[in-house]
């Protein structure tokens, strides 16, 4: 049949169902010289083109044909390897008809046996992606988990598909009926077909001026007549390609319904598609398993180690959200030649370098590249080049870090910032990146590296200020050499206050603000040839009385000469001496712990905050037993990655009470009221720890220096609650509260545009429906709870809301590290945010 | 510059604008996977048999400044072989036209 003839065809069965004389039949008549009969109907046209044929022969070898073809290995590959046969059950049940219809029994029975066959390996596969996608959960491999989410999906799909056409072998009369699937299919051909016809009809209508609506079977054979000669070619040039990619023979067996999506897609439909559409295309190509398969095709045939790609995965499923984002950014950037004045904020280069280990190639390649310009040129790069070349750094880098396991040992990135910084939270805001841990192999500190290198950009380390940041910088590019100290004191102030004023063109957003592992960039104002002359002139030319008063602060206590000079006053520092309790509160060395007390003085609580940064995350460490991971995977049920993440937070709790009590021992508070209950705090979490999870710490003595804690061994307490903490200030309980409010709706509500359209969590099904809201469900519940797809009409809200179940529990863990919240025995989700609520407001 | 304008650089230049933006963190952090693991293949591709088994030895060594020197001199064109490796996968996965 050629396409003109099934124009003919779908036009006369268009015309059937409404009863009428079709354009199909008045084109027939005329194509047979006037002899035929306008008034045909579908099967006339049919016998009258030759095509009331019975249903096609099923020899043997068409059965094989079909066989092979329904098997036939292709892109939609069923097994996890993306390289399986995939089973088209459409293509199966159309074999069986087909069979039927012939009665070929024996093709029947090969073909039916094909068809179990493939169902049973299909209900195999859905089975083993669930079991995979459990696997990966159990081990916090969340992308993992997601890849084979897709592959269980797609594996479902297939199944679902079987159970679709199972009915094309009817029980009874043994024969072949149409199934659902089938009925879907040839809705959707007829709807293709109409489509087309319009578009042809509405093709031949502007081109010879012809309205068929509007003509009688007369009238259209009249029009016909002075058309005729060339209709034909018409219809042909300009539909023959679409009905050639949408004719009901071939669409049947070439559209499959899982590529559907894909198939009717075009490029008008991408154009207009819906953020939601454009979402879910976009995934869909990332997760393509078939690329993913392709990939470790190439790999496999460059012989690259199997290990060594999986590593890559691995390692990046570790690295903190934040960095991500910067990194990707960097290679996509830098690679694809786009953004050319984009360039990556310091302070992120600084904790990916940081966090890789990898300052040291970082710097040498950002050298080479700056050299290699500024020999060139003889002017210092601009500003784009430096991007540029930024880029390219970091890119080799984060290369040689992540992709080169060998080089990394596995404490350099800690898990436990993914949970802690949102993307969101740290690229949005503009807030600094979570400063991570140096590697174990990496010596020399990294602003050593990144200094000795002639770099511009400086990284804070614990203690440090912009003050001695700037110091360092000065010195390591020689411009203090010849100076006495007052007059490097006076240029050091001059290039701090000018950061101070223009703090965005180095990389911060304010001085007082930077965290250990972020980046300064100097080279703006180091380079700043006029700058620098006319300040180092002012320096040699300070007065006497004015060298005087700089000496004055340089005899100062250390603690305030090393602070910022501002206005003749000294700022303070962050270190134990400047700040020991105060106001019940005790700074140390970046934790605040603050002491709450009751009106007769008494301690009843003691909460601690601020971020554990490198070195402390190393010492923190220390205090937990070889093997201690083992340990909590052995004894603790639920989520293993939450799990070993409360051990390590409570860890570096204990590090941090630890630190605090030292600092009350050096000022001769070791036996104050204070120390007793920090000591008793340190007990108490240590029980509480090890009741759930078994040993994981070390003894104390091995640990905590002589008379800093008690030697004895800590007394498993029960009932416990060392942050169980209240408050009777109607102030802080009104925070607490609009604390709790705002957490519920993060995850279920919607604070709308300017309010409007705003829905407080706490009202929403997914939260107070008393079966499945999340209100009542405990916290143990929630993390361990799995996706799942419900029957019928099961309501999908709270825990069986998948997208809301997972939202909440990626929330659950950002609050507990945020807020150092410790989970209780049978905590619910409101009892838990009620309390990290109140805890936050006390911070405040 | 801020986080927030690399980030808005990204999106534009990537055609996500629109998408939520957990949906654009996922899909930039995994076409950062991808390109890794594809810039690690293209690495392999280029490297001899035996270049492969000293770059073998160099890693394990723990150095990263010599991975860097190995790779300046036996993938000389490494800026390059990432932007290949970037269009494609930009390309492949339809993210970029």
Known sequence: ?844 | MENQELREVLIKELGLEGLPPEAQDEIVGKLGEIILKSTTIAIYEKLSPGERAEFDRITAENEPELIGRFLEEHVPDMQSLMETEVKRTLQDFNIKE
Request: proline share 5%; net charge negative; charged share 25%.
């Open chain 1, 1 to 844: 049949m050629n396409n003109l003839e099934k124009q003919l065809i779908g036009a006369a069965r268009n015309a059937d169902a409404q009863g009428e004389s079709s354009i199909g039949a008045q084109l027939m008549s005329k194509l047979s010289k006037g002899q035929g009969d306008s008034q045909l109907r579908t099967e006339g046209i049919k016998q009258e083109l030759g095509l009331s044929s019975p249903a096609p022969v099923a020899t043997e070898e068409i059965t094989e044909k079909i066989i092979k073809k329904a098997t036939l290995p292709n892109k939609n590959g069923r097994n996890h390897r993306g390289n399986g046969a995939k089973a088209n059950p459409l293509v199966l049940a159309e074999a069986i008809k087909s069979a039927d219809a012939t009665n070929e029994a024996g093709d029947r029975a090969k073909i039916v046996s094909v068809f179990n066959k493939e169902k049973l390996a299909i209900e195999k596969e859905v089975a083993e992606t669930s079991a995979r996608i459990q696997e990966a959960q159990k081990a916090g491999q969340t992308d993992v988990a997601k890849n084979w989410a897709i592959r269980h999906k797609k594996a479902a799909d297939i199944l679902e598909m079987f159970a679709s056409v199972a009915d094309v072998i009817d029980s009874e009369s043994g024969k072949t009926v149409w199934g659902n699937l089938q009925r879907y299919s040839k809705a959707r051909h007829e709807q293709a077909q109409s489509d087309l016809k319009e578009r042809g009809l509405e093709k031949m209508e502007e081109d010879f001026n012809l309205d068929f609506t509007t003509q009688t079977p007369g009238e259209g054979v009249a029009l016909l007549d002075r058309t005729i000669p060339t209709l034909t070619d018409v219809v042909e040039s300009e539909v023959s390609a679409d009905i050639k990619q949408e004719s009901p023979a071939e669409s049947v067996d070439a559209i499959e319904p899982l590529e559907e999506a894909a198939t009717v897609e075009n490029i008008s439909s991408v154009e207009k598609e819906t953020p939601e559409e454009k979402k879910e295309r976009m995934l869909k190509a990332i997760y393509n398993p078939e690329k993913q398969s392709a990939i470790e095709a190439r790999a496999e045939k460059a012989a690259v180690p199997k290990e060594l790609l999986r590593g890559i995965g691995e390692r990046w499923n570790k690295v903190p959200l934040g960095y991500k984002f910067a990194i990707s950014g960097a290679l996509i950037l830098t690679g694809a030649g786009l953004g050319a004045s984009a360039a990556i904020p310091v302070a992120t280069v600084g904790g990916i370098m940081r966090a890789l280990g990898m300052a040291g190639l970082y710097t040498a390649t950002d050298e080479k590249l700056r050299t290699a310009v500024e020999n060139k040129t003889g002017d210092p790069r601009t500003t784009a080049e430096k991007s540029r070349h930024q880029k390219l750094a970091i890119s080799l880098a984060v290369v040689v870090g992540l992709c080169l396991p060998r080089v990394l040992h596995d404490s350099v990135l800690n898990p436990l910032v993914d949970f802690a910084h949102s993307p969101h939270d740290s690229i949005s805001s503009g807030s600094s990146l979570p400063p991570l841990e140096t590697p174990a192999h990496t010596t020399a500190p990294i602003t050593e590296n990144l200094v000795s290198a002639g770099s511009f950009i400086e990284i804070a380390k614990p203690g440090d200020s912009i003050w001695k940041m700037a110091e360092a910088q000065l010195s390591a590019h020689g411009s203090l050499a010849g100076l006495s100290p007052e007059q490097q004191t006076y240029l050091i102030d001059s290039v701090k206050d000018q950061i101070t004023e223009h703090p965005d063109q180095f990389g911060i957003t304010d001085i007082n603000t930077i965290q250990v592992g972020q980046g300064v960039d100097f080279e703006i104002i180091l380079n700043d040839k006029e700058f620098m002359d006319n300040a180092i002139a002012s320096a040699k030319g300070l007065a006497p009385e004015e060298v005087a008063s700089i000496a004055n602060y340089e005899n100062a206590p250390v603690y305030e000469t090393e602070g910022y000079i501002e206005n003749g006053q000294a700022e303070p520092l962050t270190t134990p001496e400047s700040n020991i309790l105060e106001n019940n509160t005790i700074k140390v060395d970046g934790t605040t712990g603050t002491f709450i007390k009751a009106a007769d003085g008494t301690i009843t609580g003691f909460v601690t905050n601020g971020e554990l940064v490198y070195p402390q995350t190393i010492e923190a460490q220390k205090i937990l037993n070889d093997g201690w991971r083992g340990v909590v995977l052995s004894n603790a049920t639920g989520e293993s990655s939450l799990n070993t993440s409360v051990v390590e937070n409570r860890a570096f709790a204990i590090y941090q009470h630890e630190q605090i009590l030292h600092a009350l021992d050096q000022h001769g508070g070791q036996f104050s009221k204070e120390a007793d209950f920090i000591r008793d705090q340190i007990s108490s979490m240590v029980a509480d720890t090890e009741n759930t999870f078994g040993d994981v710490f070390k003894d104390p003595t091995e640990v905590y220096p002589s008379g800093l804690v008690e030697t004895t061994e800590a007394t498993p307490a029960t009932n416990t609650a060392p942050q169980e903490v209240s408050s009777t200030d109607p102030e802080i309980i009104k925070v607490a509260d609009q604390q709790f409010h705002t957490r519920v709706t993060d995850v279920l509500g919607s604070k709308g545009l300017l309010g409007f359209g705003a829905v407080d969590g706490t009202t929403t099904s997914d939260w107070k429906n008393p079966e499945f809201g999340f209100a009542n469900k405990t916290v143990e519940e929630i993390m361990n709870a799995k996706p799942i797809v419900l029957p019928g009409d099961a309501p999908t809200i709270g825990i069986n809301n998948p997208s809301k179940l997972h939202e909440m529990q990626d929330y659950f863990r950002k609050v507990f590290i945020e807020t150092g919240t410790n989970l209780d025995k049978g905590d619910t989700a409101e009892t838990y945010l009620k309390r990290a609520s109140m805890l936050s407001a006390l911070h405040k």
